[in-house]
């Protein structure tokens, strides 16, 4: 079994910045790619960014050019650094890790963008 934590929601006015952070533990050694996801309100979960354990990423549109996604495999944690971010980022943001079997899910944490 994998445990993810997430950490470094809140609140945050339109054109601010936050950082996440999701912090991974127990079975962890099957784990390549880490990645994060949001869901809105009454919408689906969506893909954020991924990241892979030599580096590789991949970003949603919405979000290339303002989200950086970044790893640190000796602290087996991944960031997500959000900047210029707006009222349609507002959403529940989920850390998962895949391996093999199904993906491996936090518990979530909110980000509300709003003035």
């Known amino acids: 079994q994998v445990q993810l934590v997430e950490s470094g929601g809140g609140l945050v006015q339109p054109g601010g910045s936050l950082r996440l952070s999701c912090a991974a533990s127990?079975?962890?050694?099957?784990?390549?790619?880490m990645g994060w996801y949001q869901q809105a309100p009454g919408k689906e979960r969506e893909l954020v960014a991924t990241?892979?354990?030599?580096?590789?990423?991949n970003y949603a549109a919405a979000v290339k050019g303002r989200f950086t996604i970044s790893r640190d495999n000796a602290k087996n944690t991944v960031y997500l650094q959000m900047n210029s971010l707006k009222p349609e980022d507002t959403a529940v943001y989920y850390c998962?890790?895949?391996?093999?079997?199904?993906?491996?899910w936090g518990q979530g944490t909110q980000v509300t963008v709003s003035s």
């Open positions: 990241i892979t354990r030599s580096g590789a990423t």
């Open positions: 127990g079975s962890i050694f099957g784990i390549n790619t």
């Open positions: 998962c890790a895949f391996s093999v079997g199904p993906p491996y």
